[in-house]
Structures are given as structure tokens and as C-alpha cells.
């Protein structure tokens, strides 16, 4: 994974700077930033972001494992006084305008927020878990609760003299729609496989999406359900988060898990439920016919309105 922490991405000039004291003294905690219509970027602890006035940025908080992947957390995200500093949110206001934290972005350990007005203010965080395999014991408890800083520019300031930020309506467009397929892809795999679905992504989910819309979307679930991943480590990743249980409550806690992360805390009609649940066991048996009921199960999950209805925003940007 390119780790460049000074660099560019496009059109959204997001680089990395210097943060509070704090931060430095926890380096097995990492920020990793993503931007509609850009790519990922990383920064060492110590580090914090900067994002150019009007854009948007989504911040998640990750802790340095046994491997070269960092483990994810869940989180609280907000405002530093709320942890311990001084001074009052209007000092956040005025640079940072963030969206309420949902369930979701703590779990996932996010904040996501638009740059307002040029200046640097600082968010304060709480981590609360740690992803499996790794534990919360793996951050220092000194780092569990900190700042980091975020600088907003002008967007003068951040576009260089051939005019790097600008473009015509229709690349921004493509930029934005490509965003939301990756988002979305990273999501359906994140829900389905039960890992971060960030982590090793497919570029070729994120093209069928962005180059099919909401067919693409199922065209991606389906390909997930009926991998080996989903029918070898699903149901074991399941257990790791939710304790030891027999297969057929494992196999209700994996659903119930989907369906958080697919529809928010909305769940489907008991009848549904049922429909999935049998379809989820003919998919993870040795039938004949378990293949079809992967398919089936994948298309009926990403075409409900549930789904719909909790990523409104991300597929209504899709071309």
C-alpha cells in the first residue's frame, strides 16, 4: 500500500501535517482518510489531516498489527472537549462542520465532515475495540484517547498554477460516481465477508459498480456470496466477534450482522428474515443447488429497499 503522506490525490489536494503533541507519542495509531472521488492515504501517529475548504472527508482510526495491515477500531470521533481539552465548539464550527457520529461510524471508528472556513482546529477521539485478531490491549492505553489535528486551506491556497483542482463538470462528475462505487464496494464487502472491506479491494468490484449502477451493485454481492471466502470464513469471523455458539445460531448472529451493516438498525419483515436465513443455510451446505442460493441470497439482501433507503446518497451519485 502506497503510504506517501504528502501526497495529492486528484482533484482534492489532501496532504498531511503535523498534529498535537498528544498524537506523536502513540505511534501504533494510524489515520487513514478517504475522499469522494479520491483515493486512500494513510499518516504515521502524529500526523493530521488537511482538506481544502468544501470538501468532504471521511477520518478512521486504525491500530498497527502483527502484519502489514493495521487492525480497525470502533470509536468515538468529536468534539476535544468532550475529551478533556479546553476551548468550545465554535472553534470546531468555524473550520470543521461534522456529521453526527451514527452507530455505524462508530463501529467502524469514522468521522466524516466537510471543510468550512480556512484555519486548524483539532477533533478528539476514544477508541473502544480493536478488530480481531488484534485487541484493544494493543494500543498503549495512554493513546486510547487523544487529538489529532485538522487544517482546512483556502482553495487558492491548494491549487497550483496549472490549475490542478479544476476540470469540467463532467470529469467531477465521474470522480464523484466513481467515489460512490468504491465506497459501496468496500462496504458490501466489509458487510458480507465480515472483515474491512477496505483492505484488498477489487478494483474490478469498484468499476462494475461504478459502470452499472445499482446492477453492478448486486453483480458485486452476488460474486462475494459465492466466493470461498464468504462460505469458509464468514460463519468462523462470526465467532470470533460474537463468542463460541451452535451453527445455527452462528449462522443468525452472521445475518443479523449483514443486515446492521447493510440497512442501519432497520430490519427486514420476519418473513424476509426467514427467506434469508433459509437461503443463507442452502448456501453455506454441500447442495447441489448451494451456488443458485448464494445468488439468490446476495441479489434479494442489495435489492431491498433497506438497502436503498440507508445508502440513498452514495448510489443516487452513481452515473
Given at each position: 500500500?502506497n503510504?506517501?503522506?504528502?501526497?495529492?490525490?486528484?482533484?482534492?489536494?489532501?496532504?498531511l501535517?503535523?498534529?498535537?503533541?498528544?498524537?506523536a507519542?502513540?505511534?501504533?495509531?494510524?489515520?487513514r482518510?478517504?475522499?469522494p472521488?479520491g483515493?486512500e492515504?494513510?499518516?504515521?501517529s502524529g500526523?493530521?489531516v488537511?482538506?481544502t475548504?468544501?470538501e468532504e472527508?471521511?477520518?478512521y482510526?486504525?491500530?498497527e498489527?502483527?502484519?502489514a495491515t493495521p487492525?480497525?477500531?470502533?470509536?468515538?470521533i468529536?468534539?476535544?472537549?468532550?475529551?478533556?481539552a479546553?476551548?468550545?465548539?465554535?472553534?470546531?464550527?468555524e473550520?470543521?462542520?461534522?456529521k453526527?457520529?451514527?452507530?455505524?461510524?462508530?463501529?467502524?471508528?469514522?468521522?466524516r465532515?466537510?471543510?468550512e472556513e480556512?484555519?486548524?482546529?483539532q477533533l478528539?477521539?476514544?477508541?473502544?475495540a480493536?478488530?480481531a485478531?488484534?485487541?484493544l490491549?494493543?494500543l498503549?492505553?495512554?493513546?486510547?484517547?487523544?487529538?489529532f489535528?485538522?487544517?482546512?486551506l483556502?482553495?487558492?491556497?491548494s491549487?497550483?498554477?496549472?490549475?490542478?483542482?479544476?476540470g469540467?463538470g463532467?470529469d467531477?462528475?465521474?470522480?464523484?460516481s466513481?467515489?460512490?462505487?468504491q465506497?459501496?464496494?468496500a462496504?458490501?464487502?466489509?458487510a458480507?465477508?465480515?472483515?474491512?472491506?477496505a483492505?484488498n479491494?477489487?478494483?474490478?468490484?469498484?468499476?462494475?459498480i461504478?459502470r452499472d449502477?445499482?446492477?453492478?451493485?448486486?453483480d458485486v454481492a452476488q460474486t462475494v456470496?459465492?466466493?470461498?471466502?464468504f462460505?469458509s470464513?464468514?460463519?468462523?469471523?462470526t465467532?470470533?466477534?460474537?463468542?463460541r455458539a451452535d451453527?445455527?445460531?452462528?449462522r443468525?448472529?452472521l445475518l443479523?450482522?449483514?443486515?446492521?451493516d447493510l440497512?442501519?438498525?432497520?430490519?427486514?419483515?420476519r418473513?424476509?428474515?426467514?427467506?434469508?436465513?433459509?437461503?443463507?443455510?442452502?448456501c453455506?451446505?454441500?447442495?447441489?443447488?448451494s451456488?443458485r442460493a448464494?445468488?439468490d441470497?446476495?441479489?434479494?439482501l442489495?435489492?431491498?429497499r433497506?438497502?436503498?433507503?440507508?445508502h440513498?446518497d452514495?448510489?443516487d451519485?452513481?452515473?
Amino acid at each position: 500500500m502506497n503510504r506517501n503522506f504528502a501526497l495529492v490525490l486528484g482533484t482534492f489536494s489532501l496532504i498531511l501535517v503535523a498534529a498535537v503533541p498528544l498524537a506523536a507519542q502513540c505511534p501504533s495509531l494510524q489515520l487513514r482518510v478517504w475522499q469522494p472521488g479520491g483515493e486512500e492515504t494513510w499518516s504515521a501517529s502524529g500526523e493530521g489531516v488537511r482538506v481544502t475548504t468544501g470538501e468532504e472527508a471521511h477520518v478512521y482510526l486504525h491500530v498497527e498489527g502483527r502484519s502489514a495491515t493495521p487492525y480497525g477500531t470502533s470509536a468515538t470521533i468529536g468534539y476535544p472537549q468532550q475529551y478533556g481539552a479546553s476551548g468550545s465548539q465554535r472553534d470546531v464550527l468555524e473550520h470543521v462542520r461534522m456529521k453526527a457520529q451514527s452507530v455505524d461510524d462508530k463501529r467502524l471508528g469514522r468521522i466524516r465532515f466537510t471543510a468550512e472556513e480556512p484555519g486548524t482546529t483539532q477533533l478528539g477521539y476514544r477508541v473502544t475495540a480493536v478488530s480481531a485478531p488484534g485487541t484493544l490491549q494493543d494500543l498503549p492505553a495512554g493513546c486510547r484517547e487523544g487529538f489529532f489535528a485538522v487544517e482546512v486551506l483556502s482553495a487558492t491556497d491548494s491549487t497550483d498554477g496549472d490549475g490542478a483542482n479544476g476540470g469540467s463538470g463532467s470529469d467531477g462528475d465521474a470522480a464523484t460516481s466513481r467515489g460512490a462505487a468504491q465506497e459501496l464496494a468496500a462496504g458490501l464487502v466489509g458487510a458480507l465477508l465480515r472483515r474491512d472491506g477496505a483492505y484488498n479491494l477489487d478494483s474490478g468490484f469498484v468499476d462494475r459498480i461504478a459502470r452499472d449502477g445499482r446492477d453492478g451493485v448486486i453483480d458485486v454481492a452476488q460474486t462475494v456470496v459465492t466466493s470461498n471466502e464468504f462460505r469458509s470464513e464468514a460463519l468462523r469471523r462470526t465467532e470470533e466477534a460474537h463468542g463460541r455458539a451452535d451453527l445455527s445460531r452462528l449462522r443468525e448472529l452472521l445475518l443479523d450482522d449483514i443486515y446492521r451493516d447493510l440497512y442501519g438498525y432497520v430490519e427486514p419483515s420476519r418473513d424476509d428474515a426467514d427467506d434469508d436465513l433459509a437461503a443463507l443455510d442452502e448456501c453455506l451446505s454441500a447442495s447441489r443447488d448451494s451456488v443458485r442460493a448464494c445468488e439468490d441470497l446476495a441479489a434479494n439482501l442489495v435489492a431491498s429497499r433497506l438497502f436503498y433507503e440507508h445508502h440513498r446518497d452514495l448510489i443516487d451519485q452513481l452515473r
